[in-house]
């Protein structure tokens, strides 16, 4: 069972999975348990070296490949993941999506890590508002000067730039005869091959960090530095000899957002990097739970183990449900980026698609890390506090997957934008401005008329998986329209006031779209399981992915009629029956995701 539990988990790469996990099985990953900042840096540029001699990174074409390559690493040391992140995920992910031709040549020493280098977008004062970075690059007889204004558009927190980036993407406010064209990303050098700075470039270290500290953070200061014409990644926008702008998209603002989008690959891995992280708390916890014991039944001999208490069970079981539910999503999700990146016509309605439920799913998955990490170390009591037992490095290390590639309340937003604009052009921009505009254009009044009327049928079964869907769609739907109705009624006044009024149901549409998307990857994949057993087995947890996830939030469907008060009772008591029964199956669940033993305490 827990081979074909495997396959079906491994999906469309498990070729690449099959490999990548006998590599990992033959050596023991090096301990970092203890080690000084510096030591921890140096081992992971290490093993970053010998990931590159591996052809690790060496996944040529296949874009769904390489998140999946990215998303192993997380059975490991994540500050390693990170680091690779950064370098080729996000550094060289900027060179081959934003670059031409003439960029080409460094693709091969990014790959070989012969140029380590930064993705230098954050500044210390803007962060979640890119599109107003403040570092600026202005065109002068045939260079670029890049230069930091003041304090707050230094670049921050950027990683690989403490010690060992030699050139860093920069994005930076293109400016060519006195004009503004908006952010472009510039390939600039931030230190020689000693590792001295650049001259005109300072850099600060970040120092230590809450985890993640193995990848060296840190700060950049450009003064009127001069890098030549052909540093600027021109895909989407370029300067001719004489300082004349041209672009293939016209608006500043769409070919940002266009830009941006194309980055999406990032944010994809780090909700695959927080599901391997939560996958290894949950296995770590559930092998704990079923060795240890606390308290004697009366007149037993024995000592109970932990995972026959029900709340143990509901601690974990629950959270393992999701974490499957969300692994398919992610499935789904990395399969939707390959066809996207690797379609010969671009399909710009499926790129804005894409773009929305990776910001969700990144949402989701992440905050599901976190919560999930916490619950797994309190199930393992004391001995989960330990740092050998790894939960306290994957809790520090996970934390702030919520921040980075995109605040998870900023991309929540994001997904409702493209639910009310039905994913229109710039659906993307989160400027205030463009908020008020959607509210006052009513742009969302087309959701009223797209959504069907729904009557959600009532079934006796609370197992019945129609009824589920039923009911995942009617309350997306519900909290959308009621959305655009709201925003509606209030566009008479201040339209950045009322899309701000309204953040807590923007927030909530978001979610519980993703919620029943994550659900249809559920059901997807348990129909393409082909083993009976199996498949019965994963309709048990999806049955506990759904009714937990109603039993969350049963104060909504209580509060919209959708569930009366007994019903709502009865889902909680399903809940408990289905812990009781996938009790026994928790070790099959767990150990189907198949990380090396090597890789658990
Ligand atoms: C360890 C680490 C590594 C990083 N690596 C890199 C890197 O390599 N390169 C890089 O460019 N950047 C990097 N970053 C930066 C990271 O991407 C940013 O921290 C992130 O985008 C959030 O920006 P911020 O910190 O300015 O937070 P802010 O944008 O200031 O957000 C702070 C809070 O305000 C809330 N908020 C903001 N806007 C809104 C709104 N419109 N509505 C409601 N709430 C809102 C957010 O939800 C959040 O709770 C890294 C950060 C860290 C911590």
Not at 566 to 590: D, F, G, I, S
Request: one cysteine or more; charged letters at 25%.
């Amino acid at each position: 069972m827990t081979d074909t539990l495997t396959t079906v988990l491994d999906g469309r790469w498990a070729e690449l999975k099959t490999r990548l996990r006998e590599r990992m099985a033959a050596t023991k990953p090096p301990d970092t348990i203890g080690l000084d900042m510096e030591s921890h840096r140096a081992q992971v540029l290490q093993q970053l070296h010998e990931l590159a001699e591996a052809g690790h990174s060496k996944v040529s074409d296949d874009v769904g490949g390489s998140v999946i390559s990215f998303q192993m690493l997380g059975y490991g040391d994540l500050s390693l993941m990170v680091k690779a992140g950064v370098q080729w995920g996000l550094f060289g992910g900027a060179v081959q999506m934003l670059g031409t031709e003439r960029h080409e040549g460094y693709l091969r020493d990014i790959v070989s890590l012969d140029l380590p280098g930064c993705f230098a977008m954050t500044e210390t004062g803007h962060g979640s508002d890119v599109q107003h970075l403040r570092t600026t690059a202005t065109y002068d007889d045939g260079h670029f000067i890049v230069d930091t204004p003041d304090l707050g558009a230094r670049k921050d927190y950027i990683g690989n730039a403490a010690r060992d980036g030699r050139m860093a993407v920069v994005f930076a406010q293109l400016i060519t005869g006195g004009r503004e064209y908006g952010v472009h990303a510039f390939m600039v050098p931030i230190r020689d091959e000693q590792g001295r700075p650049m001259p005109g470039v300072r850099i600060e270290d970040c120092g230590p960090k809450a985890g993640l500290n193995g990848v060296d953070n840190g700060r950049l200061w450009f003064d009127h530095v001069r890098i030549p014409q052909e540093a600027l990644l021109n895909r989407y926008g370029d300067v001719t000899q004489d300082g004349q702008y041209t672009s293939p998209i016209e608006s500043d603002s769409r070919r940002f957002f266009t830009m941006l989008g194309t980055l999406v690959r990032g944010r994809i891995s780090v909700a695959g990097g927080a599901g391997s992280a939560t996958q290894r708390a949950l296995t770590i916890a559930v092998r704990h739970a079923e060795t240890r014991r606390q308290f004697r039944r009366p007149g037993g001999d024995e000592e109970v183990l932990l995972l026959d208490y029900l709340a143990h069970q509901r601690k974990l079981l629950p959270a393992l449900a999701t974490t499957y539910a969300l692994h398919f999503a992610q499935e789904e999700l990395v399969a939707m980026l390959h066809e996207v990146q690797s379609a010969r016509v671009p399909d710009e309605r499926a790129q804005r698609q894409l773009e929305s439920r990776a910001a969700g799913i990144k949402a989701l998955a992440t905050w599901h890390a976190t919560s999930t990490i916490q619950a797994a170390r309190e199930a393992c009591g004391g001995a989960g506090y330990l740092a050998e037992n790894l939960l306290p490095a994957l809790k520090a290390d996970t934390d702030v997957f919520t921040t980075f590639e995109g605040d998870n309340t900023v991309l929540l937003q994001l997904v409702a934008k493209g639910l009310l604009t039905d994913y229109r052009d710039n659906f993307a921009d989160l400027s205030p401005l463009a908020t008020a505009r959607l509210v006052a254009e009513q742009v969302m009044a087309a959701v009223l008329e797209r959504l069907p009327a729904r009557t959600l049928a009532e079934s006796s079964d609370l197992r019945d998986r129609a009824w589920h869907r039923q009911l995942f769609a009617d309350r997306e739907e519900h909290v959308l329209a009621g959305l655009a109705r709201r925003l509606r009624a209030a566009a008479g006044g201040d339209p950045f006031d009322a899309f701000n009024d309204a953040q807590d149901h923007v927030l909530r549409a978001g979610r519980v779209h993703i919620d029943r998307l994550v659900l249809d990857a559920f059901v997807n994949a348990i129909e393409q399981c082909a083993d009976e057993a199996t498949q019965a087995l994963l309709n048990q947890v999806c049955d506990l992915y759904v009714l937990s996830n109603v039993e969350a939030d049963r104060a909504w469907f209580l509060e919209h009629g959708r569930l009366s008060p007994a019903r709502a009772k009865k889902v909680v008591a399903e809940v408990n029956v289905l812990c009781k029964q996938l009790r026994p199956h928790a070790t099959t669940l767990v150990d189907a995701f198949a990380i090396p033993e090597q890789y658990l305490p």
